[in-house]
């Protein structure tokens, strides 16, 4: 009865061993080295259609936003563009994420989304429209969700939701729809040089 007893010990302990192990190996490649964040494992479609992913933007501070055409926070474009104008050479990109799901606000396609950039002048990164709530919500948004809640239950509240990513792809800071995108710029000062936000 004690030799079976051991022998279940010496099994659930291998058992145990071999689930460390494993956890250990998920946080590293084949060469020891630690694997991408997962925000780089997620993939979405440009405003022309070619699928990006977003390990194209490893090494970079990222900003991430909820974007629409017809809301009265859709100037913000201009300040969103002032900001990757003013950083982009510093290694910051500022992604656009055009949503219909906030008063109907970005109800046209392509076409009608690039006359609005237009107007704004924005050569930032945007992409097709996407669900940020909801069954349909882009996983990229899930996961931003997940990691940044802001709001009760962790919903985006309104267009022009910002998150702050950093250059190791960690989501950092969420913002408001209206936290103005100047007010953002001591945040990305503070990680351009090493400091905490």
Same mark, same amino acid.
């Given at each position: 009865?004690?030799?079976?007893?051991?022998?279940? &010990?010496? &099994?659930?302990?291998?058992?145990f061993?071999?689930?460390?192990n494993?956890?250990k190996?998920?946080?590293q490649?084949?060469?020891?080295?630690?694997k991408?964040?997962e925000?780089?494992?997620?993939?979405?479609?440009?405003?022309?259609g070619?699928?990006?992913p977003?390990?194209?933007?490893?090494?970079?501070?990222?900003l991430?936003?909820?974007?629409?055409?017809?809301?009265g926070?859709?100037?913000?474009?201009?300040?969103?563009?002032?900001?990757?104008s003013?950083?982009?050479?510093?290694g910051v990109?500022?992604?656009?994420?055009?949503?219909?799901?906030?008063?109907g606000?970005?109800?046209?396609?392509?076409?009608?989304i690039d006359v609005? &950039?237009?107007?704004?002048g924005v050569?930032?990164?945007?992409?097709?429209?996407?669900?940020?709530?909801?069954?349909?919500?882009?996983p990229?948004?899930?996961?931003l969700?997940r990691?940044?809640k802001?709001?009760?239950?962790g919903k985006?509240?309104?267009?022009?939701?910002?998150?702050?990513?950093?250059?190791?792809?960690?989501?950092?800071?969420r913002?408001a729809?209206?936290?103005k995108?100047?007010?953002?710029?001591k945040d990305?000062?503070?990680?351009?040089?090493?400091e905490?936000?």
């Amino acid at each position: 009865m004690k030799i079976k007893h051991y022998v279940i &010990l010496l &099994l659930t302990t291998a058992l145990f061993s071999m689930c460390g192990n494993a956890q250990k190996a998920d946080a590293q490649d084949d060469k020891g080295t630690k694997k991408l964040a997962e925000f780089y494992s997620y993939k979405a479609n440009a405003l022309t259609g070619e699928e990006v992913p977003m390990s194209n933007y490893k090494g970079k501070i990222v900003l991430v936003v909820n974007t629409a055409s017809k809301c009265g926070l859709t100037p913000q474009y201009a300040g969103l563009q002032e900001l990757y104008s003013e950083y982009k050479n510093r290694g910051v990109v500022v992604l656009g994420f055009p949503c219909n799901q906030f008063g109907g606000q970005e109800p046209g396609g392509k076409k009608e989304i690039d006359v609005c &950039l237009a107007n704004y002048g924005v050569d930032f990164d945007m992409f097709e429209k996407i669900e940020v709530n909801g069954d349909n919500t882009h996983p990229l948004y899930k996961y931003l969700k997940r990691e940044l809640k802001g709001t009760p239950g962790g919903k985006i509240k309104w267009n022009f939701t910002k998150f702050l990513i950093d250059a190791n792809g960690k989501p950092i800071k969420r913002y408001a729809p209206t936290t103005k995108p100047e007010k953002i710029k001591k945040d990305i000062e503070k990680l351009l040089n090493g400091e905490k936000v």
